[in-house]
């Protein structure tokens, strides 16, 4: 009878554990598809009053096939401009290969765009080449301190911070120097910071540093990006930079299939008063 009934408790028990993740699980996916379907809508709303929402930093990675973007397009209503990563470390390093891709993909209704990667991708490709693409963009994530350390700011063992005020100092001319150096359209990933620093974004981009970032961007007609991965740049910076009279973009960043519906894009869009004319917008080739 004792084992009867232990047996009985046990199997309830088992029962129990069993279906509350499923509950649980359940509850979420619920609650992730009701804030999907707001979003969705509110894209709608926006798209009806003249936005055109368009993601232009979305990659075909981690398996993602251009017909399961354009899947995805359909069903959120967001537009793609895709981008191919060409520079020192990546497939793409010379023309032919540059060409390559750019024919694999020109003629789905997508935008082309091209990633530029390092200091160095300026010397590695042509001009008439670049110019293929409907439009180019880069970001200061991949450089070289004063010390001669070349560093790509994503990755936390490539990243070497001496000084914090100092390595932001070097960090903005960086920015700076892509934005008046580099023939692109776009500034992406825009206010990013290494793991070690993000903590301390709101103290570490300065006025003085977001002016200087704003400032060369509109002088040379350079649009910043609105990055739905990272949430960047701040709400602050985006305020300082549309009173400047600086254009935007949005975009994901995609690092595999997911693509996700530019939340906290669309969420600046509100809070920063946006208008469609605030918004960058290449000429399809």
């Known amino acids: 009878m004792k084992n009867t009934s232990l047996f009985i408790i046990i199997t309830m028990a088992f029962l129990l554990l069993s279906c509350k993740p499923k509950t649980e699980s359940s509850a979420t996916k619920n609650q992730e598809e009701t804030t999907q ?56 390093t010379n023309d032919s290969t540059l060409l390559a891709n750019y024919e694999q993909y020109k003629d789905y209704p997508v935008y082309m765009a091209m990633q530029a990667e390092g200091r160095e991708w300026v010397d590695m490709f042509s001009k008439e080449n670049i110019s293929t693409f409907d439009y180019v963009f880069t970001d200061a994530m991949t450089w070289t301190d004063t010390k001669g350390r070349r560093m790509r700011l994503w990755m936390p063992e490539e990243v070497f911070v001496d ?73 602050t910076f985006i305020k300082r930079a549309k009173a400047a009279g600086a254009k935007f973009s949005m975009g994901t960043n995609n690092t595999g299939k997911e693509l996700g519906t530019l939340d906290y894009a669309i969420e600046m869009i509100e809070k920063c008063n946006l208008e469609p004319s605030d918004f960058f917008k290449p000429v399809k080739k």
């Open 37 to 92: 379907s707001s979003i969705i809508q509110k894209i709608a709303e926006l798209k009806a009053s003249g936005y055109e929402i368009v993601d232009y930093h979305a990659h075909l990675k981690g398996g993602l096939t251009m017909e399961e973007l354009l899947e995805h397009s359909k069903k959120t209503g967001i537009d793609y401009g895709v981008a191919f990563n060409a520079g020192v470390g990546f497939p793409i």
């Open 163 to 235: 000084d914090k005020a100092d390595f932001m100092d070097q960090l903005v001319n960086q920015i700076v120097g892509v934005m008046t150096n580099e023939p692109i359209d776009l500034y992406v990933n825009s206010t990013f910071l290494p793991d070690v620093l993000q903590p301390e974004y709101d103290a570490l981009w300065t006025d003085a540093r977001m002016d200087k970032v704003i400032n060369a961007a509109v002088a040379n007609n350079i649009g910043i990006e609105i990055n739905a991965r990272y949430k960047i740049p701040s709400e």
